[in-house]
């Protein structure tokens, strides 16, 4: 188990431009969260998935962003047409809602390190 | 619609004083309730969390929180800081185990020497 991990760790870009945030969640883990965080606010949440399936979506979020997680497994957020607002750490966590393996579901969010994006 | 306050965005305590980090929650019904830790340019860790049961919960780094129904409190709390306690502390809320969190604004927690 070595965790939720997220690429890149940073992201610089021009506005107007499309950039793309890639999420592995931990191996057993069937849900999925993305998260936007911006300085000196708690995250904000944006969406998740159960396996392949997108269960909700924030009404907050605009139509630029979308997200997939194609096999149940990693999970990939794209903004297009980047605005300076936009500037965050966008984090992602799983979790594991339903037993599995031996494994209890805990329900327990566990947090990836983030991918911090500058709009310029 | 749940929502969650913290009250103070920044505390400051002497090493081996008393932490106190408050939060209050709103939520129509019986919630579930979280406390994260961010240290900077880190993603968030559970510290402990409130589901079912008994109402005093104990987590890691020997913090603990009280769930109080009547005053729609969750407060954090730790007997002696230490210098690592230092960081950002949330307090966050769920009404379906497994769905998304509502995360307060956040304290920040400075321990002075």
């Known amino acids: 188990d070595t965790g939720v991990s997220q690429n890149p760790r940073h992201k610089i870009t021009k506005r107007g431009q499309n950039v793309t945030f890639r999420c592995d969640p931990i191996s057993e883990h069937n849900r999925l969260y993305w998260y936007r965080q911006t300085l000196g606010q708690g995250p904000e949440f944006l969406t998740y998935f159960q396996n392949e399936a997108q269960l909700e979506k924030s009404r907050l979020l605009s139509d630029r962003f979308s997200a997939e997680r194609p096999k149940g497994s990693f999970s990939t957020l794209e903004i297009q047409r980047t605005e300076q607002g936009d500037s965050a750490m966008y984090l992602c966590?799983?979790?594991?809602?339903?037993?599995?393996?031996?494994?209890?579901?805990?329900?327990?969010?566990?947090f990836g390190p983030g991918t911090r994006l500058t709009v310029t | 619609a749940q929502s969650v306050t913290q009250l103070g965005s920044h505390v400051s305590v002497s090493e081996g004083a008393l932490v106190l980090l408050r939060c209050n929650y709103s939520s129509s019904v019986p919630p579930y309730l979280f406390w994260y830790v961010q240290y900077p340019n880190q993603g968030l860790q559970l510290l402990l969390k409130?589901?079912?049961?008994?109402?005093l919960v104990k987590g890691i780094n020997g913090f603990e929180a009280e769930f109080k129904k009547s005053e729609t409190s969750f407060h954090l709390t730790k007997p002696s800081a230490h210098m690592s306690d230092a960081a950002e502390y949330f307090c966050?809320?769920?009404?379906?185990?497994?769905?998304?969190?509502?995360f307060g604004q956040g304290t920040e927690l400075s321990v002075k020497p």
């Open positions: 966050a809320v769920t009404v379906n185990q497994g769905g998304k969190l509502i």
């Open positions: 966590a799983s979790s594991l809602s339903i037993s599995n393996r031996g494994l209890a579901a805990t329900y327990e969010q566990y």
């Open positions: 409130y589901t079912t049961g008994a109402t």
